[in-house]
């Protein structure tokens, strides 16, 4: 018997096409008539519009105690205005396809805004109407400080949270409003009403100190005319100078181990305050923190995780607290992750070792390249979406950054060299100069990361 031949004829494989160029988007910048500034990016395809509007009502401007007074007044401002209760503002935002959030951080408060640009018009006015007549009626305020209260407890409860609580009590002066929560503690919280909510905007919130920030597909869309309806018809008084305190904070090298009674985890949190994106070191600093601890091919992974089954990940990283052209700004570099109880010792031991062999040997080219290709190949992806653009657009005006920060970021990372990013990465992680706090079971672990001599410990309770 034949066997029978069979053939196929498949499709030819696609091919690649030509590579393009991309760069970081441009913004154009301009202002209102009421001193508003405005950045605007017209980024063709993309039918959801992005709106950014910063603040500049700092967490260091809360009155003393009040601390969680601007998140409770940003947190209001989708809770009724002038014309809507809270419930109309929130089914008209509903009807425009719209969502609209709103938090506090130590450089300001800002407001975010997603639409369809087909209802961007409607979505505007919402937004400035909350701006420019927010109710703050004293039934919705008191239900958003009680809803505060409640998540106080489900943060102390979690271990990452509390690790973070920690790290900044210990690393900046009992003074600086750095080392407090920055939502505000259960006393500080339980203070605020309306009045005190009214009284933090009326000082703070006003045109001439806000900046807006509008991305999408803008074809056909007479923004000018819409901004001039909307956020243009917002008045106040003119911007007031507001002096800024320097960041200090003490980065002797310690530990600190919050006390959790039969933990079977110890998470860890290990930091200090560093260098922000105006130093001319960052771009080095970026990249020598991602080799150290920036995904599952850093050292740190593949010494803690994949080589010793410690932890299912350990990160290193640089979040920018505040940030300032004159110096006075700060970066928080750190190094997060969870490890189980037994092993918190060895695990930090090893975690050192990653540490100090990293200042005698050094990266190599080959984990510079892959940091290269991580950081700067995948951002056309990153910023797909015009949220994601608008976002880092309100990052580098908070931060006072040149509109073309970030296109010039990934042209310095490209060009940084091993050398260069090795010295950053020593220098952000000094290994005598870093804040250590344990979250986990005191009884077990004490002794053990005692004998490690990487710095006095202390114990303290988890409350």
């Known amino acids: 018997m034949t066997e029978a031949t069979v053939t196929m004829d498949f499709h030819p494989q696609p091919q690649a096409g030509e590579a393009k160029p991309w760069a ?7 202002a209102l008539g009421n001193g508003l500034t405005l950045l605007r990016c017209h980024r063709p395809g993309q039918q959801v519009v992005a709106v950014e509007v910063l603040l500049n009502a700092p967490l260091e401007a809360e009155p003393k105690g009040l601390d969680g007074v601007a998140t409770i007044m940003a947190r209001a401002f989708s809770e009724g205005t002038d014309k809507l209760s809270a419930e109309e503002f929130a089914a008209e935002l509903e009807r425009c396809g719209a969502t609209l959030d709103a938090h506090a951080d130590h450089p300001g408060v800002r407001l975010s805004l997603e639409v369809p640009v087909s209802r961007l018009q409607k979505a505007l006015g919402l937004l400035a109407d909350a701006l420019r007549a927010p109710a703050f009626a004293d039934s919705e305020v008191e239900r958003l400080v009680r809803n505060r209260l409640d998540e106080i407890p489900h943060e102390t409860a979690n271990p990452a949270r509390r690790a973070a609580k920690e790290l900044s009590k210990e690393l900046f002066p009992a003074a600086s409003r750095m080392s407090r929560p920055r939502q505000g503690t259960e006393e500080t919280v339980a203070s605020i009403d309306s009045a005190a909510v009214r009284a933090f905007y009326e000082k703070h919130v006003r045109p001439a100190t806000t900046t807006a920030v509008v991305v999408g597909d803008l074809t056909g869309v007479d923004l000018d005319a819409l901004l001039g309806e909307t956020l243009g018809a917002w008045t106040g008084s003119p911007a007031e100078a507001r002096p800024v305190p320097p960041v200090t904070a003490d980065d002797t090298g310690r530990v600190v181990i919050v006390d959790r009674p039969g933990a079977v985890q110890t998470q860890l949190l290990i930091g200090r305050v560093g260098a922000d994106r105006h130093d001319r070191v960052w771009p080095a600093q970026v990249l020598g923190t991602y080799c150290l601890g920036g995904t599952l091919t850093s050292r740190l992974d593949r010494v803690l995780r994949e080589e010793k089954g410690y932890t299912y990940g350990v990160r290193a990283f640089g979040q920018v607290l505040r940030s300032a052209p004159d110096g006075t700004g700060a970066a928080m570099l750190a190094i997060s992750g969870s490890v189980d109880t037994p092993n918190t010792g060895p695990a930090l031991d090893d975690l050192w070792k990653v540490l100090r062999t990293l200042a005698a040997e050094g990266l190599t080219d080959a984990e510079r390249d892959i940091a290269v290709q991580n950081l700067v190949g995948v951002a056309p992806l990153k910023y797909e979406t015009a949220a994601a653009v608008a976002g880092t657009l309100a990052d580098q005006v908070e931060q006072h950054l040149p509109d073309d920060f970030q296109a010039t970021l990934y042209r310095q990372l490209a060009a940084t060299g091993t050398v260069e990013a090795t010295a950053a990465a020593v220098s952000a992680f000094p290994v005598d100069r870093l804040v ?22 202390s114990v303290v309770p988890a409350e």
């Open 24 to 30: 970081f988007p441009a913004p154009e910048r301009g």
């Open 436 to 457: 250590t706090v344990l979250v986990g079971d005191a009884a077990q672990i004490e002794e053990p990361v005692k004998a490690l001599g990487i710095g006095e410990v």
